[in-house]
């Protein structure tokens, strides 16, 4: 079945470390997204990436960096730079262009900083 | 920058209710999206719509475009339709993935 995984689901990180959290979707999706979800807060744009090689600033990309060198995968890591690293993380996809199109979601990455 | 609120914040049902959850936004929108986001975190798109009404099996979608307002309905509902519903929006100016996310309605149906 075509979809987006994540993983992995649950990571535990001490101060100091970088993570990566894995994006892989077989949609065939040009444009691919990282959201960030706090307890009551909407999800907010980390980064997003509209074609191979291509990425953008979202509205708080500081701390975090992006890859996109297959249409696949999408990596996030999460670098000692960032302040407040525990949350909920969301990648997305969508078949049309940036801002257009329905959004499909993987199961999410709970991190957590030790 | 568009700002969506959502009501209730949490919604508590018997089995078998109709439900309401309430959307209104601030600025013009292209398209409004209704979410579902499972207990374990996962989020299922559930309609993405920029007029009218739309309906998938118990579920239906309504936006008055000329009140900034849309909502989602729930009939005969199910302990199974228990889920953080989230409501966003696509500007019209675009930019960026130019959505807006709400903070989502915490429902739960009890049997």
């Known amino acids: 079945d075509g979809g987006i995984t994540q993983s992995p689901k649950y990571l535990f990180r001490k101060e100091g470390q970088n993570v990566t959290l894995s994006c892989e979707q077989n949609?065939?999706?040009?444009?691919m997204y990282w959201y960030r979800q706090d307890p009551g807060q909407g999800l907010r744009l980390i980064y997003y990436?509209?074609?191979?090689?291509?990425?953008q600033k979202g509205d708080i990309a500081e701390g975090y960096s992006v890859s996109r060198e297959k249409k696949e995968s999408f990596p996030l890591t999460v670098t000692s730079a960032q302040k407040n690293p525990t949350a909920f993380y969301l990648c997305?996809?969508?078949?049309?262009?940036?801002?257009?199109?329905?959004?499909?979601f993987g199961e999410g990455s709970r991190l957590t900083v030790l | 920058k568009n700002e969506v609120e959502q009501s209730p914040q949490n919604l508590t049902a018997q089995e078998g209710e109709f439900i309401t959850i309430n959307c209104s936004y601030s600025?013009?929108?292209?398209?409004l999206h209704w979410l579902q986001q499972h207990p374990g975190g996962g989020i299922v798109s559930l309609f993405m719509?920029?007029?009218g009404k739309k309906k998938h099996g118990r579920l239906i979608a309504t936006i008055n475009i000329q009140e900034k307002h849309s909502s989602l309905h729930i009939t005969a509902s199910h302990p199974r339709d228990s889920a953080v519903y989230i409501c966003?929006?696509?500007?019209?100016?675009?930019?960026?993935?130019?959505?807006?996310f709400g903070k989502g309605t915490h429902l739960i149906i009890q049997p």
């Open positions: 600025v013009g929108i292209s398209a």
């Open positions: 966003a929006v696509r500007d019209s100016g675009g930019g960026a993935d130019g959505l807006t």
């Open positions: 990436s509209q074609i191979v090689n291509d990425f």
């Open positions: 949609l065939n999706h040009d444009a």
């Open positions: 719509l920029s007029s």
């Open positions: 997305a996809s969508s078949p049309g262009g940036l801002g257009t199109g329905e959004l499909f």
